[in-house]
């Protein structure tokens, strides 16, 4: 490099500084005049250009910790440091401006607007976040989630720079999370019969995807958001291994109408989860007790009909021996 083209660099460099000093916008990357009026309404905030500087992640981050100090500082310690390091997408996905858009004027005068989540509808914070997080199965089926469609919003459970939780950033780890909204399950899992979720012997998550799931529509939204296991077999298999067979001879309840046309999931008031406190009553629902059923063992001898079907059918998820799921 010759002596002129150095000095032309100092120059430039001297240049770019000074610039610095003088107005940190043209550093962040400034707004759109007409972007930055004062009013901050969601759909105005999605229009936020993200127009890329030229400058590095770190200096745009810097003048933002000079006003935002702990902010910045705990943002040091979240997943998201790790955007600093991913160039790829350019500034616009890197720091704070990965979320809160250019942020060049607001730096330059606090009043006007960066993107503000306290304001923004649950659909724009959402769409931002998905900006990043769609792909992945986890997320496969966000457009779906019931969650979003009630307008249960990515910061409904997550908090960027408030979290409780250092594990996925929640505002409060689960179950309490989720019974901050469904009172209902609540009860539920404090029946005498339950998942030991409470307990934490496992989650709400192991079973639910609070994010969406694939799988069957009911109406408008998939079926309760219920996961399907990792063989994309119902979810009560990825635990109860031993319920999935293969079995010579199936019951064909489990395999058609699944786990639950007997059981409760969450939890009730009869042992083993069932749906009634009567296991005869369970079984009558699809098998009439009609008189050619157990015409010797039943009919013949009334004493029976104080057993429960299971204390003779007691391979009753199937059997490997027969089909009358008896051993
Ligand atoms: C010169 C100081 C200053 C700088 C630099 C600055 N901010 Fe701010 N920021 C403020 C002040 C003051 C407020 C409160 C404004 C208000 O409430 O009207 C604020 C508010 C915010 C808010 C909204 C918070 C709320 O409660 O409404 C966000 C988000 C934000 N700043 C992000 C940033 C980001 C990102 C940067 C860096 C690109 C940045 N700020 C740089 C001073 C600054
Ligand atoms: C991953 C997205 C994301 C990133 C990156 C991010 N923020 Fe935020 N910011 C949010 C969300 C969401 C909120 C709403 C409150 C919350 O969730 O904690 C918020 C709120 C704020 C507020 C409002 C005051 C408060 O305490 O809630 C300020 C100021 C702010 N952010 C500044 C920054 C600064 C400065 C950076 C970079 C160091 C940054 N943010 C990076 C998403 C982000
Ligand atoms: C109803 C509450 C809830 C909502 C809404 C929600 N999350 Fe989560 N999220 C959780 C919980 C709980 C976990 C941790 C348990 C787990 O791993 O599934 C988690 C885990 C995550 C993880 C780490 C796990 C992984 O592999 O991806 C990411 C990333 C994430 N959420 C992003 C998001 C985004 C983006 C949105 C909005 C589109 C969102 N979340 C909406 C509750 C929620
Ligand atoms: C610029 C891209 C980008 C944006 C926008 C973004 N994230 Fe992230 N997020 C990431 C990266 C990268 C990680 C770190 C992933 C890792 O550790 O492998 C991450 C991590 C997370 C995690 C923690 C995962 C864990 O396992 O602990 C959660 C939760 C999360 N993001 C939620 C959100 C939410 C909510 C928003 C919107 C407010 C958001 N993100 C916006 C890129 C982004
Ligand atoms: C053992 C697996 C499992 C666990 C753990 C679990 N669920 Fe469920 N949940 C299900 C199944 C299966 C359904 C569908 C039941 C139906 O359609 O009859 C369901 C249904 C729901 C519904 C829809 C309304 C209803 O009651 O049918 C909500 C809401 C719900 N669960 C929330 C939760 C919450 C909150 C937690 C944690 C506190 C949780 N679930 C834990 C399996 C589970
Ligand atoms: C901010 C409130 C809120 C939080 C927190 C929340 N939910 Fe929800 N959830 C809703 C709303 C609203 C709906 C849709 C209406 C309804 O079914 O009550 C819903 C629906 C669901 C459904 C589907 C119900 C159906 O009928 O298909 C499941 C499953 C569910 N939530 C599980 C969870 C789990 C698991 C958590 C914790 C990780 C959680 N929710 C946290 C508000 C919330
Ligand atoms: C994440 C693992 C996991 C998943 C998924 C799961 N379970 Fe369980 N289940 C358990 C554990 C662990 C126990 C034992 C609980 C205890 O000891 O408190 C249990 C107990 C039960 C019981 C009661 C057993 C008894 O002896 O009283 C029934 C019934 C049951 N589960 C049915 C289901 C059904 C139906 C599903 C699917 C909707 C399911 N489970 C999904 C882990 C799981
Ligand atoms: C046709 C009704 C029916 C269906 C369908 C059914 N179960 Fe059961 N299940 C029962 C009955 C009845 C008992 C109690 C048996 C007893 O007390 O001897 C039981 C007991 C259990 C137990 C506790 C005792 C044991 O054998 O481990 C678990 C766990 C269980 N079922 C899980 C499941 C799962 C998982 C599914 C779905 C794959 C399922 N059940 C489907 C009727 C059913
Ligand atoms: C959701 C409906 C449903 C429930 C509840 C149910 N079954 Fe079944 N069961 C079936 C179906 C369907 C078949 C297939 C044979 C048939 O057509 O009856 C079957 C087959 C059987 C068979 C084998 C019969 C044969 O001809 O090979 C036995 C034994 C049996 N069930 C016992 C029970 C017992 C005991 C209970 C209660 C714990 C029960 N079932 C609950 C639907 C159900
Ligand atoms: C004392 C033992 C015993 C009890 C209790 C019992 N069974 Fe059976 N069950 C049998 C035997 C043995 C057979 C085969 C012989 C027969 O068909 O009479 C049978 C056959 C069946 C069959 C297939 C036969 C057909 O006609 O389709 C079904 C279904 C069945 N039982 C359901 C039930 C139900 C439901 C209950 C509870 C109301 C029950 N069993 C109670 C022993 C019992």
Redesign the pocket.
Known sequence: MNRSRGLYFLGILLFFFLGLIASPQAVLGGQDPQESSSSASGSEQQKAVEAPSDVSATTE?QA??SC?GD??AS?ERTP?WK?MNDTRGGHAKQ??E???GPGGDHADDPSKPVF???KATSED?TDR?LTCHASGSEHLSASNSFHRQNNVSC?SC??????TTREHMLIKREPGLCYSCHLQQKAQFNMPFRHRVNEGLITCTDCHNQHGTSGALEGDHLVRQVRASSSGDVVCFKCHTDKQGPFVFEHEAVRIEGCGSCHIAHGGANPRMLKYSNVDLLCLQCHTNSPGIHATVMDANQSHYEQACVNCHVKIHGSNFNGLLDR
């Open positions: 981050i933002c910790q935002h902010i910045t943002f998201h955007t720091g704070c990965a979320c809160h503000d989540f306290k914070t976040c910061t997550h908090s960027m720079h408030h979290a």
